[in-house]
Antibody, heavy 119, light 114 residues
Framework: EVQLVESGGGLVQPGRSLRLSCAASGFTFDDYAMHWVRQAPGKGLEWVSGISWNSGSIGYADSVKGRFTISRDNAKNSLYLQMNSLRAEDTALYYC????????????WGQGTLVTVSS | DIVMTQTPLSLSVTPGQPASISCKSSQSLLHSDGKTYLYWYLQKPGQSPQLLIYEVSSRFSGVPDRFSGSGSGTDFTLKISRVEAEDVGVYYCMQGIHLPPMYTFGQGTKLEIK
């Protein structure tokens, strides 16, 4: 059974940092690009960042560029998101996901971890 | 960056009636390989999103055939031929550029049952 389990969310003050983790199981993690997608309370989905299978290609949404860093450890089947200089508008449920690609039209999603940025 | 614009933002449909959602991209989604990487998702209340349609018009495994996708270039449509109660939720279109990774979602269209 495929599982993506996010962790590391919580309440953090504006300007501080937080690191999210995603533990993957049930599929060959290092075969696929992985992503973080977020959803602010009552709002729509926003793609945040993605990383290729070998970390050789990385992308960020403009809203987080320069503040967030995505990484992965294929030996540990894990995906990470280092979030620095957090703002109130970063408050959201953060999903770890394998999204459809050119060669793989299936996807996997976790249940999300909630990040709340507030003083 | 590519902007995805969905209309309408909300829809109230009687069971058994059809529904249609439009998605327009700010630039053509036709890839150099000849394919178009436009996807449709449904997020049911309290759940993670689930893939309905990939590459404009291909239904994902297990998706009922009352769901269909069409379009090309910058204009795309998701149609539900006969809405059922289980179809309630928010529908999103999404485009994907895979290298470097860069995806964009539409704002979402909330479907409710009358």
């Amino acid at each position: 059974e495929v599982q993506l389990v996010e962790s590391g969310g919580g309440l953090v003050q504006p300007g501080r940092s937080l690191r999210l983790s995603c533990a993957a199981s049930g599929f060959t993690f290092d075969d696929y690009a992985m992503h973080w997608v977020r959803q602010a309370p009552g709002k729509g989905l926003e793609w945040v960042s993605g990383i290729s299978w070998n970390s050789g290609s990385i992308g960020y949404a403009d809203s987080v560029k320069g503040r967030f860093t995505i990484s992965r450890d294929n030996a540990k089947n894990s995906l990470y998101l280092q979030m620095n200089s957090l703002r109130a508008e970063d408050t959201a449920l953060y999903y770890c996901a394998k999204l459809p690609t050119v060669t793989t039209w299936f996807d996997y999603w976790g249940q999300g971890t909630l990040v709340t940025v507030s003083s | 960056d590519i902007v995805m614009t969905q209309t309408p933002l909300s829809l109230s449909v009687t069971p058994g009636q059809p529904a249609s959602i439009s998605c327009k991209s700010s630039q053509s989604l036709l890839h150099s390989d000849g394919k178009t990487y436009l996807y449709w998702y449904l997020q049911k209340p309290g759940q993670s999103p689930q893939l309905l349609i990939y590459e404009v018009s291909s239904r994902f495994s297990g998706v009922p055939d009352r769901f269909s996708g069409s379009g090309s270039g910058t204009d795309f449509t998701l149609k539900i031929s006969r809405v059922e109660a289980e179809d309630v939720g928010v529908y999103y279109c999404m485009q994907g550029i895979h290298l470097p990774p860069m995806y964009t979602f539409g704002q979402g269209t909330k479907l409710e049952i009358k």
